[in-house]
T-cell receptor
Framework: EPEVTQTPSHQVTQMGQEVILRCVPI?????FYWYRQILGQKVEFLVS????????KSEIFDDQFSVERPDGSNFTLKIRSTKLEDSAMYFC??????????FGQGTRLTVV | DQQVKQNSPSLSVQEGRISILNCDYT??????FLWYKKYPAEGPTFLIS?????DKNEDGRFTVFLNKSAKHLSLHIVPSQPGDSAVYFC????????????FGQGTTLQVKP
């Protein structure tokens, strides 16, 4: 069964460093998303991406964040200068048009 | 701004019984609702969904009911099994946006053998 895959599963980084979280969405999907879940809180939308551009972003997704689809398979989230409060589980998801989103296993980001 | 609320943080039921998980929403633009199941250290797994043009959708042991006038939906699991123990998230979206999902806080279900 096709699935969304994310790497790495766990990333530890020092405050102020750049991180790139990687995702391979399901191949025939057209919509791509990043969500995050801070420990003990709800899953929060960060950004949606369609047709090679951001279609919507939340207020969390400030100038420190960026997304890219560098080739036909990968979808990345970059955080330029990490803060302690960026520590969370980051989930990539993908969907076809108007259908349910399928989520990856997540990347646990720990900023120290 | 809690547009999707799951007011019960936890629920415990006996194996074989019915589990009922509830969800309320405030945004009348939402027209598609989903339930996801999540185990620790894993991503949410899609369970079942319902469009606002329906009031019920069934898939095996899982049934979702939608009451639009009350802005309320529920997930019924019958019969409950110990493997159903997980966190269940209700999510909603509007067809006028980009597919963005708004999640509730989650309900932890424990099914006791």
């Amino acid at each position: 069964e096709p699935e969304v895959t994310q790497t790495p599963s766990h990333q530890v980084t020092q405050m102020g460093q750049e991180v790139i979280l990687r995702c391979v969405p399901i191949s025939n999907h057209l919509y791509f998303y990043w969500y995050r879940q801070i420990l003990g809180q709800k899953v929060e939308f960060l950004v949606s991406f369609y047709n090679n551009e951001i279609s919507e972003k939340s207020e969390i997704f400030d100038d420190q964040f960026s997304v890219e689809r560098p080739d036909g398979s990968n979808f990345t989230l970059k955080i330029r200068s990490t803060k302690l409060e960026d520590s969370a589980m980051y989930f990539c998801a993908s969907s076809e048009m108007d259908t349910e989103a399928f989520f990856g296993q997540g990347t646990r980001l720990t900023v120290v | 701004d809690q547009q999707v609320k799951q007011n019960s943080p936890s629920l415990s039921v006996q194996e074989g019984r019915i589990s009922i998980l509830n969800c309320d929403y405030t945004n009348s633009m939402f027209d598609y609702f989903l339930w996801y199941k999540k185990y620790p250290a894993e991503g949410p797994t899609f369970l079942i969904s319902i469009s606002s043009i329906k009031d019920k959708n069934e898939d095996g042991r899982f049934t979702v009911f939608l009451n639009k006038s009350a802005k309320h939906l529920s997930l019924h699991i019958v019969p409950s099994q110990p493997g159903d123990s997980a966190v269940y998230f209700c999510a909603a979206r509007s067809s006028s946006n980009t597919g963005k999902l708004i999640f509730g806080q989650g309900t932890t279900l424990q099914v006791k053998p």
